[in-house]
């Protein structure tokens, strides 16, 4: 096939310059992003359509790189759809008066919780003043009394009935500390003394002894009886303070059941159980209790009524439609809530009016933004969100507890309903690793929407570019942007992409720019920024990062680092490489050496023999390889060792966007032709000898040039680049005005044969019908070498073979 010479890039394709025209024609627009963002409609659709579908799983997962614009989007995308659904309720943890350590959940409509809680707060006052009325009303006392009266009565008529019982059995009743007692009487009617008693005959003593038996039994029954109606009026007494409490207090329980009972049944019960306990503890509200808290779990509190507050978990009166959170740290406790404790008598207590909401209740009815990085680095985090999403419930409970060395009292409060869309926002490997290896993760996240770093540089995007940054101007205060300024950040913007035909989707970066140039032109005192403003601001920001790269130009401009960009040398040539810095990136040239010798290890590739290439580096030697046995090896065995090398490389090295040049240092070792050390190569090769696009080629050839430009311009230094990679092309003023003055070249290849031929000025050679290279060309001067090499090693290795016999016969037999 007839190879062509490489085509030298005019100064017009070095880049894609922005005319300032189209931002003349649009300056009044200003770029709202209400229903968007510029240049991305996948994501755009993917996630509108996950915020309009509510069945389970529809969860969002946006994946970008940073500063493509998902946080700022999908907080506008929920604000949005949330503006137009309904407030979701209230909710409220109460004390469970049947299950103390189970506090329950009461859901009310929006807003009605705070009310709710100052209704019961105003409530319990209230009963406390009717039940202290109540009781201290001159009724109450006027029962009780009555009561009491009766009561003892009856006591008199049961103490006087067994008194004259024991009497007419000769006894006297004596009440004395340990109870009553039965004391015989004499002849007399008085108490028998204890020697008139021992003076008595046998007979006559047991006879009082036997009815002092009989007597002290019937003391024992009265003494019963009497106390049966000392319970009996005790709890005539309690019964009197319930019905008075109750009586009290029923109005109230009323108006209040009135009141909410609507709403919820759930209210009613727990009124209906409050109105119980108040009745169950009147001496608390009576003011008879000192100790006052009667909780389940007693802690101490200003209020004595704890157990009858109202926990208001979540409160939606200030909300308007659904609920949007950001949760920015979520932690466990963060996203599900907590119950915090207090310390009393040494140890730490908790109720239901400790539990504090999570990120997940403050959402539920709406929306909750999260970022998938922080919620996986949070211990605990990810897998409490998935089983709140599994169970669609919230479930308040503290971890770690089993690990404390004392134990603390516990409550459980009860789960509260889950309806929460979750967009979570991550990086695409993020993902691609919890699609793999996390099987629930699918089941939650079935909307994917994918933000591009990029989008195509059409006349509607730039329009809204513009727009773009006169919004940033407008939002934040600064000064106005010049048409030809604008044009500046849409190259900037394009160079971003490497690619003239795309834009950035980074805005972060872009704004960065847009308010840099802005504080370049208030240093001048300027009212507009100007182009040379963003001019400014890009360099300033090089400047400001490219520290090592000046110590890279200085070591090549020195000597330390050995670049050659003039004269002629066999088996060597200029490749480039790009350092990367991780807030910079930079093109440097690295000297490519290949020596060929005798021998059949192929090629040698010495980062690889010492670890320091990595896989695609490698790749590319061994593609190579296989390329120069295409070439030369369709007669005979590929006879050579070649050894290539990236001289002065004391890191490691990767990518195969040297192979070219490696390849061109092996053929110019073989073919024994010198190689321009004034053009650099980049460029990888396939095993058909097409030559391939690479990464960072403007950083590549502006990093050559500087080094040409420290040594010397001479007007024949340039860059092969591949063809394929033309349209990468934004390099930078400087560069390009050099190109226009003849002073440095850029030139485009599709085939390693027109490299070849423009580097060494020799054809590269077709083979003919004989299956031989012409010998002035240059693979058949390769060739022609092989075929020698070939030759001596068949030599070589047929007389290292005669030795070796003949190395045997001499050899003596052992005798064996």
């Known amino acids: 096939m007839a190879n062509k010479w490489p085509r030298e890039l005019r100064p017009s394709e070095l880049g894609n310059r922005c005319s300032p025209e189209i931002f003349a024609r649009e300056a009044d627009t200003v770029y709202s992003d209400s229903d968007g963002i510029i240049g991305q409609e996948r994501a755009v659709r993917s996630v509108k359509f996950g915020l309009e579908v509510s069945s389970p799983g529809y969860n969002i997962f946006m994946s970008g790189a940073p500063g493509t614009g998902k946080s700022t989007f999908a907080r506008a995308a929920m604000q ?46 209230d009963a406390r003043t009717a039940i202290v009325n109540e009781f201290e009303g001159g009724d109450f006392e006027k029962r009780r009394t009555g009561i009491i009266e009766q009561f003892q009565r009856k006591t008199t008529e049961a103490l006087q009935e067994i008194e004259d019982r024991v009497r007419e059995q000769g006894f006297a009743l004596q009440k004395g500390t340990g109870g009553f007692a039965s004391i015989p009487l004499n002849e007399e009617g008085k108490p028998m003394s204890n020697d008139e008693f021992q003076s008595l005959d046998t007979e006559q003593r047991r006879e009082i002894e036997d009815k002092g038996t009989d007597v002290q039994y019937e003391i024992r029954k009265a003494v019963r009886q009497v106390r049966q109606l000392e319970k009996e009026v005790k709890a005539s007494i309690r019964d009197l303070e319930k019905t008075m409490g109750s009586f009290a207090i029923k109005p109230l329980v009323e108006q209040m059941q009135e009141k909410y009972c609507d709403f919820s049944d759930d209210v009613c019960k727990y009124l209906d159980d409050v109105h119980d306990d108040i009745v169950e503890h009147l001496d608390q509200f009576k003011g008879d209790d000192s100790e006052g808290e009667v909780s389940v779990v007693p802690r101490k509190r200003t209020s004595s009524f704890a157990r009858y507050q109202v926990n208001l978990l979540v409160n939606n009166a200030e909300t308007t439609g659904a609920p949007v959170v950001e949760e920015t740290n979520p932690t466990y406790y963060n996203l599900l809530g907590k119950i915090e404790y207090e310390s009393s008598m040494g140890t730490l207590v908790t109720d239901h009016t400790l539990i504090q909401a999570g990120a997940l209740h403050r959402a539920n009815g709406g929306f909750i933004l999260l970022r998938a990085e922080d919620v996986l680095v949070n211990a605990l985090s990810w897998e409490a969100l998935k089983r709140s999403l599994n169970n669609t419930n919230v479930r308040v409970e503290n971890i770690g507890e089993q690990y404390r ?53 059409t006349d509607e995007y730039l329009a809204q570019y513009g727009g773009f940054v006169r919004t940033v101007c407008k939002r934040d205060n600064l000064l106005p942007f010049d048409p030809a300024a604008i044009a500046r950040i849409v190259d900037y913007s394009s160079r971003l992409t490497e690619d003239q035909t795309k834009l950035s989707a ?101 980062e690889r023999q010492v670890k320091m290439s990595g896989s695609s580096h490698s790749k590319g030697v061994f593609i190579l390889a296989s390329y120069l046995a295409s070439l030369f090896a369709h007669d005979k065995p590929l006879s050579l060792s070649a050894s290539i090398v990236f001289e002065q490389l004391y890191g490691g090295i990767d990518g195969d966007s040297a192979s070219t040049a490696e390849l061109y240092a092996i053929l110019s070792s073989l073919a ?145």
């Open 80 to 125: 949005q759809k949330a503006e137009n659904l309904k407030t979701p309720r209230d909710w409220c943890y109460l004390y469970n008066f049947s299950e103390p350590n189970a506090p329950w959940a009461l859901s009310l409509p929006a807003g009605r919780g705070s009310v709710f809680k100052a209704d019961m707060e105003e409530f319990v006052e």
């Open 672 to 816: 024994d032709v010198p190689l321009p050390q004034s053009i650099a190569i980049t460029g990888s090769i396939s095993q058909k000898g097409q030559v391939q696009p690479i990464g960072g080629v403007n950083q590549k050839i502006e990093g050559f040039y500087y080094a040409c430009k420290a040594k010397g311009l001479t007007g024949d230094q340039g860059v092969l680049i591949p063809e394929t990679n033309t349209d990468n092309l934004m390099l930078n003023d400087e560069v390009v005005a050099a190109v226009e003055e003849g002073k440095f070249h850029v030139w485009a290849v599709q085939d390693v044969r027109e490299a070849i031929e423009h580097l060494t000025g020799m054809p590269a050679g077709e083979r003919g019908d004989d299956g031989q290279y012409p010998p002035d060309t240059v693979f058949g001067r390769a060739d022609r070498r092989l075929q020698e090499m070939a030759q001596a090693l068949r030599k070589f290795s047929d007389s290292s073979s005669d030795d070796e016999k003949e190395s045997d016969k001499e050899t003596p037999s052992d005798g064996k």
């Open 405 to 457: 060395m004392v134990p603390t009292p516990a409550i459980r409060p009860e789960p509260i309903p889950l309806d929460v869309k979750v967009v979570m926002i991550g990086s695409p490997m993020l993902y691609y690793l919890l699609s793999t290896y996390d099987e629930d993760f699918r089941k939650h996240f079935k909307i994917k929407a994918g933000f591009d770093i990029r989008m195509d540089r």
């Open 506 to 606: 980074r805005f972060n970066e872009v704004v960065a720019i847009v308010y840099e140039s802005d504080a370049w032109a208030r240093s001048e005192d300027s009212d507009l920024v100007l182009d040379e403003h963003v001019n400014q601001a890009v360099k300033e920001k090089i400047y400001r990062s490219n520290l090592v790269e000046d110590h890279i130009r200085e070591a090549i401009d020195r000597g330390k680092i050995m670049v050659d960009t003039e004269g002629e040398i066999v088996g060597q040539i200029n490749g480039l490489s790009v350092l990367n810095l991780g807030d910079y990136s930079f093109g440097h040239p690295s000297r490519i050496t290949a020596n060929v010798y005798l021998g059949d290890e192929g090629v040698v590739n010495v």
